[in-house]
């Protein structure tokens, strides 16, 4: 793994720059908010902050030579805690707030901060965020408490009010391809390209994509869903789409993949450009078989299907409707 170091994460210069400064100026604020999609990073950044936050250096914090560094970065400080969510929803449970709440009030054991990273809070319930108020409205002054969530707006507004927020933006496609190489991951320049792309700019969601060959199933999936879309019967397309079920974040991911498809299918028949982006194949059959008009009307209804699945609605209702939906849009 790379050091814990700001310089070691990819991207999000303006949030790095931010929080440097307010390091170095020893006013890392007591309550932090990070909020981005899943994949861009988030946990990774509350990592190196809590390092810093422990660093014993006098200049650039977290050094990542000095002992608390290499606890922090081992796993193994006393003074950093992880608080995770529990269940299908993921959110952080009420008896565990309380425990933090316990906890911030002792003083820490080796650093002069201590920091609690509660994350993905998205999900957590209204009461364990009002029980997790009182600890910080009234935080002790060597506690640092950093929230991760996909976006703040699931969380109480009393809580975004006493909390500074950074939003993590996604990368650009370059950025995405040094970090996956800086991971040591195996893979053709051709694959990564298309992986950087497909994610657009979401670091995570490249490694895990390039990850036991996700990447090469989903643009398997997508090639399918089109050959499914252009077959003059149902049950081409309803066999691809029920082949997701089983796995809702590869559905998500070749919906997206899926979508961007639909926009460089769409570049090239306005614009005749001979790019076809990240899956030639896919998109050049869309090129092909599906008009201007049938492709715009993918585009609409995809973020009608896009959403049962993060509302999690059963995966075989969301297929059937995306098939409706999708099929409705080619005029059959
Ligand atoms: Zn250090």
Redesign the pocket.
């Known amino acids: 793994m790379n050091n814990l170091s700001f310089t070691s994460f990819f991207g999000n210069s303006g949030v790095k720059e931010r929080l440097i400064s307010l390091i170095e100026n020893n006013k890392l604020p007591h309550a932090i908010i990070l909020e981005g999609e899943k994949g861009l990073g988030k946990k990774t950044l509350a990592k190196i902050i809590a390092?810093a936050a422990v660093?014993?250096?006098e200049g650039q914090?977290?050094?990542?030579?000095?002992s608390?560094?290499i606890k922090a970065q081992a796993g193994s400080h006393p003074d950093i805690s992880f608080i995770e969510g529990t269940g299908k929803m993921g959110g952080i449970p009420v008896d565990y707030i309380r425990k933090v709440r316990g906890d911030a009030y002792i003083v820490p054991s080796e650093a002069e901060k201590k920091v609690f990273i509660l994350v993905d809070a998205d999900n957590t319930g209204v009461a364990a965020q009002n029980a997790f108020l009182k600890v910080f409205e009234e935080p002790p002054k060597f506690s640092v408490f950093i929230i991760t969530c996909e976006s703040s707006a699931n969380l109480l507004e009393t809580i975004r009010s006493r909390a500074v927020a950074f939003t993590l933006a996604p990368v650009s496609t370059d950025e995405v391809i040094n970090a996956v190489n800086g991971q040591g991951i195996q893979c053709e320049p051709d694959i990564l390209n298309q992986a950087a792309i497909v994610s657009g700019g979401n670091i995570g969601k490249a490694i895990a994509s390039l990850n036991d060959n996700k990447f090469i199933l989903i643009n398997q999936s997508v090639s399918d869903l089109v050959q499914g879309l252009v077959s003059p019967t149902e049950a081409q397309l309803l066999t691809a789409l029920h082949l997701l079920e089983k796995d809702r974040d590869l559905a998500r991911s070749v919906l997206d993949s899926f979508e961007l498809c639909l926009r460089d299918a769409l570049c090239a028949k306005c614009e005749g450009s001979g790019q076809l982006g990240a899956n030639p194949e896919a998109t050049a059959a869309i090129v092909r078989y599906i008009n201007t008009k049938q492709i715009l009307s993918l585009l609409e209804n995809l973020e009608k299907i896009s959403l049962p699945l993060d509302r999690f609605t059963g995966m075989p209702l969301a297929m059937t409707y995306a098939c409706a939906l999708m099929r409705k849009s080619v005029g059959k």
Do not use: H, K, L
Request: proline share 8%.
């Open positions: 390092a660093c014993r250096n914090r977290p050094c990542g030579v000095c608390q560094c």
